[in-house]
């Protein structure tokens, strides 16, 4: 099976609320599609976010790194799957997201070939996960009222945004705790938006006032090793990192450095599963667990993260609730919600049929 073309599509997609972290606030996305064509007739189909705050890229540039990873990898043999994804992965520096488009449109490919769904091929059988739903940063009332909605709809993790003033944070949490009650979940994630001392604090304060928090999810600026090590060591809950690292290489050197308790793999980051389960397989031998994320994507990327999350032991927590936030799907088929399950298709590959034209 020989690739033929890799062609790239935009489409923008309104999300149903606003989506608000410490360092963003979102109305709509943008995102690209990604078509790999092949010689014996299968398509495989992938798609990028730009989140430019966090990889850099925009929609321009993922679709002008397309159009040169096109060029490296027209006319090679999909079979020789290895030599692929290594040219994938070292034809362009950096642009991860559109290396993650392409990168699940030949895994898509690959597991088409063999007849059966991506999530076999990754070597699972479950076909459901459980994902966390993320409570967005707002005023205290509203994150309140989210949160006992969510609940209602048969969700059992939230993962609460926080990171602005770290004394308000605190309250949110509280009212939040009291609201749901101790069957939930609570996970934090306060996306860089702290100090490494303001985080200590927080996470001491939330102990002393007995509020569960399951992990607290980058606390401090991405590249402060030193000062998320800081916080791993002195605050009572595990620390897990997210916009700290990017490739296997960040991983193993995060690790090395005892700066945290897990980490959260996005594809969108990595450039896609083959890195992903590099960064899982590093994680797995130093005994560290791994949650999978997403930025605000659309289902198709968010299904390839789901067929990685059932397959992937060490991927012990999913947060993949973005397609809940998105007003609609680009693609017919992939995964559905199920309250707080996702449902991965039993069809071939991804699972998706076609693209709409939106
Ligand atoms: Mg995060």
């Not at 059932?310 to 919600?337: E, H, K, M, Q, W």
């Amino acid at each position: 099976m020989k690739i033929t073309g890799i062609n790239t599509s935009s489409v923008t997609i309104p999300l149903n609320t606003v989506f608000r972290t410490a360092l963003r606030s979102v109305e709509k996305i943008e995102n690209v599609i990604v078509t790999v064509t092949t010689d014996s007739g299968p398509v495989g189909y992938g798609s990028a976010a730009p989140t430019t705050v966090i990889t850099g890229e925009t929609t321009a540039s993922i679709i002008g790194a397309i159009d040169h990873i096109d060029t490296a990898l027209r006319g090679m043999e999909l079979d020789n799957h290895e030599l692929v994804f290594r040219r994938l992965n070292r034809c362009i520096v950096g642009n991860t997201s559109a290396k993650a488009a392409v990168d699940m449109a030949l895994y898509d490919l690959l597991a088409k070939s063999l007849g059966i769904p991506l999530y076999r091929l990754l070597g699972g059988i479950a076909h459901r996960v459980e994902t966390d739903i993320t409570i967005s940063l707002d005023d205290i009332g509203t994150m309140v009222a989210d949160s006992r909605r969510r609940l209602s709809e048969g969700f059992n993790i939230l993962k609460v945004k926080v990171g602005s003033d770290p004394q308000l944070d605190i309250e949110r949490l509280e009212q939040i705790s009291r609201a749901v009650g101790d069957q939930v979940t609570i996970r934090i994630d306060a996306n860089q938006g702290w100090s490494a001392k303001a985080a200590v604090q927080v996470g001491s304060e939330l102990a002393r006032r007995r509020i569960p928090i399951e992990l607290m999810e980058q606390p401090v600026k991405a590249r402060s090793w030193s000062e998320l090590a800081f916080v791993r060591a002195h605050a009572p809950m595990p620390v897990y990192a997210d916009e700290s690292f990017f490739s296997p290489g960040d991983a193993l050197e995060l690790i090395k450095s005892d700066a945290v308790d897990g980490i959260n793999i996005k594809l969108m980051k990595c450039g896609g599963i083959y890195n992903a389960l590099k960064i899982a397989a590093i994680a797995d031998a130093a005994s560290i667990p791994c949650m999978i994320g997403s930025m605000m994507e659309c289902s198709i990327s968010v299904t390839a993260a789901a067929h990685l999350a059932a397959a992937t032991s060490n991927i012990t927590g999913c947060d993949l609730d973005a397609p809940l936030f998105c007003s609609r799907s680009p693609g017919v088929g992939g995964i559905s919600y199920s309250g707080a399950e996702i449902v991965l298709p039993a069809e071939p590959g991804l699972g998706i049929s076609r693209i709409l034209d939106l």
